[in-house]
């Protein structure tokens, strides 16, 4: 069965209230915004977003938020985004922050199968002792706070170090935006673009791809495919994304 949908609308139209994904980008770099803006199109509430952030107030996935369609979010950067910042402190909204590196290794984790794995990150804060606010209640206080996790030795060339044990993350669907695909799902990101797509798609049972450039299968050098085409479930051809820029910021003339 071909993997390439014609539109973004039909690639996400299976998409249900409910349901988790995992979303690519950095910032507003590297988003799969097409894909995001097809799913606000739809009638679809109380989404669980794993992101490394959740874009601005007017883009990516903070189209998504000014809607309340998100529940919660799984996340490691969030100060861009002020609608972010009042739907937390005001009770509407659910929210793990989690270490950006540990949150890269679970999703990869998660897309590999390894259920869980042990990092130094977070050791001796409340990301292993427990009591972060995941999610307050109207009054202010915290209706929701992070369970404390298991904390293990480990010696040899680990230096006797103290680890906390971290679970894999997977979602019901990936977005992602990629430079290049061929018809096999096959994908090679764009630079800095590449930064957590190709782990998000891991992480998604289905994993939906928007792709400037479509290829033929065979015209990709396999040595330059960044995510083997096994990881990807449906491509959409949307052709050259729109480069916004969060904060722009230029040199003074001297």
């Known amino acids: 069965m071909s993997k390439v949908v014609t539109t973004a609308a039909e690639a996400v139209a299976d998409i249900a209230s409910g349901s988790c ?18 799913v606000a199109a739809r009638d679809v509430t109380d989404l669980e977003i794993i992101s490394n952030n959740c ?16 529940r919660r979010i ?4 969030v100060g861009e985004n002020s609608e972010f910042a009042r739907q937390y402190l005001s009770g509407e909204l659910e929210v793990e922050l989690t270490p950006q590196g540990t949150l890269a290794e679970k999703l990869r984790a998660g ?7 042990f990092t130094p990150a977070g050791v001796g804060t409340p990301v292993a002792e427990g009591g972060l606010p995941w999610k307050y209640a109207p009054d202010g206080s915290v209706a929701v706070a992070s369970p404390p996790k298991e904390v293990r030795n ?11 044990l971290e679970e894999a993350l997977t979602a019901d669907y990936a977005l992602v935006h990629a430079l290049v695909a061929d018809t ?19 992480a998604g049972r289905v994993c939906i791809a928007q792709v ?5 299968a065979g015209d990709l050098d396999p040595e330059h495919i960044h995510l083997p085409g096994i990881f990807v479930d449906r491509i959409v051809h949307t052709g050259p994304q729109l480069k ?10 001297h």
């Open 21 to 38: 994904l995992a979303v690519g980008g950095f910032g507003l770099c590297g988003i799969p915004d097409v894909l995001i803006a097809a």
């Open 111 to 117: 897309g590999a199968g390894v259920p869980a794995f």
């Open 154 to 164: 480990f010696g040899g060339r680990w230096g006797h170090r103290r680890y906390v």
């Open 184 to 202: 096999e799902g096959n994908l090679v990101f764009n630079k800095s673009a590449r930064n957590f797509n190709p782990l998000a798609a891991m």
């Open 212 to 216: 400037e450039k479509l290829l033929p």
């Open 74 to 77: 799984t996340a490691s950067y």
């Open 55 to 70: 874009g601005t107030d007017q883009n990516g996935l903070g189209i998504l938020l000014a809607d309340k369609r998100i």
């Open 244 to 253: 916004r820029i969060e904060k722009r910021t230029v040199a003074q003339e």
